[in-house]
């Protein structure tokens, strides 16, 4: 089975690693919303004209 552990070691956290990854993490998620928008704008703008 597996084994109960009461305690745990953490590592030591480097502030700049962690806040680059994190800004890391919202640039991608930003250029993702971004890329989402505009592609559902253009099959929105498609739409309009092919088939109204």
Known sequence: MAEHREHYN???VDQKALL???QR???GFV???TWGIVI???VLLAL???VV
Request: aromatic share 22%; glycine share 12%.
């Open 20 to 22: 680059l990854d994190r």
């Open 31 to 33: 250029q993702f919303s």
């Open 40 to 42: 559902t704008v253009l």
């Open 10 to 12: 953490f590592g030591e």
């Open 48 to 50: 309009l004209v092919f």
């Open 25 to 27: 993490g919202w640039e």
